[in-house]
């Protein structure tokens, strides 16, 4: 049971990370568009957020500090000071993104417009994080973002052409009459998604909250290897059901709705029901996750005491970053702006930013001072190294393939 529960953060940060409401977006419009052409984008976002949450990981288990401690004290305050005004940017647009998610989720199931329901889930967001459990949280919000499956058996339900689908798979080339620079910006999106910056300030924050030590190295190893390649999956089923069941229509996917058209042709209104649950687990457990990591971040580089474990009349700034960063993001959210919109500058802001948040892990990872003899090793670099190289691609063209092609249109 222990080590269920010590899986659970694996399948939080990987469910949060990986089918937040930017994945959803990605998934679905990109499947709808590409078919699974762009599966190797994919691919290497699993890769790459899988090595580089290792690191984290490994780093924090070894050393007892939290990331942002340690790239602090690696770098020095100034480089540090850039990396977290990067890194709260970007996770306070995508915790307005996901907030607005849950909001479209519930208007998808209520018929009321999304904005009657973003101070109330602020609300709701802003309570469970005060008062209910890191495990409860982990725990109840992770496998319900599992419920995603049903995109994948929605595939099995529709008969596709599997042999379409395997072209399409291993054609990694924009379809005839595509434009190449449009097909591109799809692909740093949804290599944004996958490797969120968040993802891995979360991830290695709670393995400090949950006092993670050299000797489970292997046990923390397991989980960043079952947990993201997890992620993905789901991501794929989104994509895949999107493939067989958009792809032939020409349809331009612009919402949740339609989104969810391939399991609502699979399994009516049951299927559909699923749907609308595993949304809502993976949007609220990705705002929990972009939340605490504001807080996380703000408290290691300051050196608060921070944690959601710790009470919050010991953590008290912590708990105020907290509240101010969810009061940003409603407030932002409800002046009526586009939560899709939101989530598509989102992912193109965090491409720009990955270079600040996985440069510094790859550099403290290899420091013995802090990591002995678990410091890199040569795969590990050479991976790491490889997937730096992919990251600096995707933030140098963000900008340019987006004022390109006009957002992909």
Known sequence: ??????????????????????????????????????????????????????????????????????????????????????????????????????????????????????????????????????????????????????????????????????????????????????????????????????TVLFFSSGGVEEGWKPSQLRQQRLNVMLGFPLGGVLSLGIMAAAAVALEPTGMDVSTLGQIMLPVALAFGVVGVAAALLGFLGATLGATFEAALSCGYALGQYFGWTWGKRVAPERAARFHVSLMVSLAIAVLFIQTGVDPILVTEYSLLFSAVALPLTYLPVLVVANDRTYMGEHVNGRFGNFVGVSMLVVVVVAAVTAIPLMIGTGMGA
């Open 1 to 198: 049971m222990k080590k269920l529960l010590t899986l659970a953060l694996a399948i939080l940060s990987a469910v949060g990370g990986f089918v937040d409401i930017g994945d959803v977006v990605a998934g679905g419009t990109i499947g709808a568009r590409y078919g699974l052409a762009l599966l190797w984008v994919l691919i290497l976002g699993v890769i790459g957020v899988a090595c580089y949450a290792e690191m984290a990981g490994r780093v924090v288990a070894v050393s007892g500090r939290p990331l942002f401690d340690l790239v602090r004290e690696r770098l020095g305050p100034t480089a540090a000071l850039w990396n977290l005004l990067a890194t709260m940017f970007v996770t306070l647009l995508t915790l307005g993104a996901q907030i607005g998610g849950i909001a479209l989720v519930i208007e998808l199931a209520s018929d009321i417009p999304h904005v009657v329901w973003v101070i109330p889930i602020g609300l709701v967001v802003w309570f469970v994080l005060w008062r209910v459990k890191f495990q409860t949280i982990e725990s109840v919000f992770g496998f319900a973002g599992l419920t995603i499956l049903v995109f994948a058996l929605s595939i099995w339900w529709l008969d596709p052409n599997w042999s379409e689908l395997f072209a399409q798979a291993t054609r990694p080339a924009p379809p005839a009459g595509e434009p190449v620079p449009t097909y591109f910006y799809h692909a740093v999106a949804l290599f944004a998604s996958a490797m969120t910056p968040y």
